[in-house]
């Protein structure tokens, strides 16, 4: 037996205007759900002059969904009035999950750089922190060594959880890297101690070349990275062999024939510089410093 999508607690009474104004209620859910609207699935009288038309919903994304058309009428009134129309949900219809508040969905990991958590007075992870005593041994360790001097500080089930969470994560000894490590983390000189509770299991990686680094790691944690750990040479990963040269594919050319060497053109002969004062020609009766010729037939005197 199939279930009536209509509301059954309300199947009661009559009134024929009401329940007769269908097409009133059909034009009011066309203007709604516009060409998604459905059969006529019945009427309910829900009060005295007032019921709801129910219509199919034919969207396809709204499966098991029907339109409510609810309409009313003043006293002694032969016509309907449309109060108002909306979709609701039939038996078989696709609901979304029951709503849940933010702070109560909210999962580990859901927290983004910029988001802010709302204060929690009431957090069970949390207890009050350390009053000064006045007793400077007792003050110094609670405040200087454990870090107790805030307002609130995690209690011991919460320590314990934490320890167990980081424990069980990669940063713990069931990791793959963990078990192929020659030597745990307590051994390693990048490791910075924690204080308190937590240090007697777990410390900081500070091995930029680890991939730890800046991590919470347990001291029986190991990665590759260790500082006090080495590798065998393993040599060169092929042997380079000598070089072979291929003779039996050899490319033989003839050598080009060397281009003559051009006929030396004879240098016209230069006559030798002549001084242009030496070449020049005697002024008539310029005086020199030869003497001048004797005479013929004057003998010298002895």
């Not at 709204?62 to 108002?84: D, L, P, Q, S």
């Not at 910029?114 to 000064?132: F, H, I, K, N, Q």
């Not at 959880?161 to 490590?181: D, E, F, I, L």
């Amino acid at each position: 037996m199939t279930a009536s999508p209509i509301p059954a607690a309300t199947k009661s009474g009559k009134d024929a205007v009401l329940a007769d104004a269908v097409d009133r209620a059909r034009e009011a859910a066309l203007a709604d759900g516009e060409d998604f609207v459905g059969d006529h699935l019945g009427f309910v009288l829900e009060d005295v002059r007032r019921g709801t038309h129910y219509f199919a919903c034919t969207h396809p994304g709204y499966h098991g969904w029907m339109w409510a058309v609810t309409v009313t009428r003043i006293a002694r009134a032969r016509k309907a009035t449309v109060c108002e129309s909306g979709l609701l949900p039939g038996p078989s219809a696709l609901l979304a999950q029951a709503w849940v508040p933010w702070a109560d969905r909210l999962a580990p990991g859901d927290l983004r750089p910029t988001d802010r958590l709302p204060y929690d007075g009431d957090d069970a992870r949390l207890e009050s922190g350390y009053v000064a005593t006045g007793d400077p041994e007792t003050d110094r360790v609670a405040i200087v060594e454990l870090g107790l001097d805030r307002t609130r500080v995690m209690t011991r089930p919460a320590l314990d959880a934490t320890a167990t969470r980081w424990y069980n994560s990669v940063h713990g000894p069931s990791s793959a890297g963990s078990k192929a490590a020659e030597a745990d983390c307590s051994t390693c000189g990048f490791l910075i101690p924690l204080a308190g509770h937590l240090g007697t299991l777990f410390g900081v990686c500070a091995n930029e070349w680890s991939p730890d680094d800046g991590k919470v790691v347990s001291l029986d944690h190991g990665c590759g990275a260790h500082s006090e750990t080495d590798v065998a040479d393993q040599g060169p990963d092929w042997q380079q062999s000598a070089p072979v040269i291929d003779e039996s594919n050899l490319e033989l050319s003839a050598p080009e024939p060397a281009e003559a060497a051009p006929e030396a053109t004879p240098e016209p002969a230069v006559a030798d510089e002549v001084d242009p004062e030496s070449a020049a020609p005697e002024a008539p009766g310029a005086e020199t410093d030869a003497p001048a010729p004797a005479p013929e037939g004057d003998t010298p005197a002895s």
